[in-house]
């Protein structure tokens, strides 16, 4: 309430309550009024105001109350929480947590509290109440593209894979003109965050002038948080090429092998996880790596990709006719970085054309 402004009551109560959810939400859950009051002088068109808060005790944690796990251990959720005894129950705090459970993807409902018992405050123990998600789920689907035609895909997800705090994903799809296995193997959240995991795919994609079988195995360690994401890991990976059509006459195969190491960066301002209609989100991706190849030279080479998709309100532009619309744009560059004559892995490549991609050019058939 800014001096000079109209004093209005609504205005006036609005700011009392919005204060006290302020004082609330920084870890003083018992805070309330000790006293408030506004003595208006109509003769000089003034109001005076005054309020004193008993901000009461600051609560801080105890430790977690778990309720709801039956097959997942409670030191997942503590290391998921990444808080210990004595730390200030802030809102940001309970809700940063809540949030990294819900995309854990081991639970399908989750509530965080606490009691605001200020003779408790100095040790309250953080209410955690959960619904475990399945252990088990098999996912089925049948779709369509312009790029690669009718495809059928049988996804099978183990939440506790080997009765140990694992998570196991298979992915198997098979199309007209791509035929792939996809698999992984995780730990659940560690400290920090962190996540060790083994993975492999394997792969068989027909383009418009070529046919390329890969297989790729990699080792490494995941931290996800709400604003940001690294991947670091090491990767094997095979590839075999072979031309279609005329091309394809007197044609070697090309067979090329790499082994990398890799880091993946993802930074997230945005104004809703799920839905986002304003902010943006930034990829960065770069890799060191030494390739061979039956057509090239054996050496060193490296990768870099960059990816900006931003979003915006369309709202305030002349004539309004946008309002309550969105906009959203992408930028994407790449680049290898590699000496004459040596070959590396088709898909460490960038390949374009089709309809997710540069449009009137067939699918993968610019590169």
Known sequence: ??????????????????????????????????????????????????VVADSGPLFRASGLDLQGLRYH?????????????GTPLTEALLLDFQERLRRAGLFDGVAVGFDPDPAHADATPVQVRLREAPRQVWTFGVGVSDNTGPRGSVEHLHRRAFGRALTARNLVEWG?????????????PLARQFRWLVGGSVERLEGDADVVLAQRLRLGRTQNMPRRDRFSFVEAERSSRRLLGPERVGAPEDEALAVSVNHHLVLRRLDDPLLPTDGFTLSLQGNLGRATSTLGSAGYFSRLYARLTVYRPLDGLPGGWLDGWYGQGRVELG??????????????QFRAGGDESVRGYAFRSLG
Do not use: C, M, N
Not at 26 to 38: E, I, K, P, R, S
């Open 176 to 188: 007209r003109v791509r035929q792939a296995w996809d698999g992984e193997i995780a730990t659940h």
């Open 335 to 348: 680049q290898v970085l590699r000496p004459d004559g040596v070959r590396i892995p088709d898909a460490q």
């Open 73 to 85: 251990d409670p030191e997942t959720v503590g290391h998921i929480a990444g808080f210990g005894a």
């Open 1 to 50: 309430l800014p001096v000079g402004a109209p004093f209005r009551d609504a205005d006036w109560r609005s700011a009392k309550t919005a204060t006290l959810a302020r004082l609330r939400a920084a870890g003083y859950a018992a805070a309330a009024w000790a006293g408030t009051g506004a003595e208006v002088d109509t003769a000089e068109r003034r109001a005076r105001l005054f």
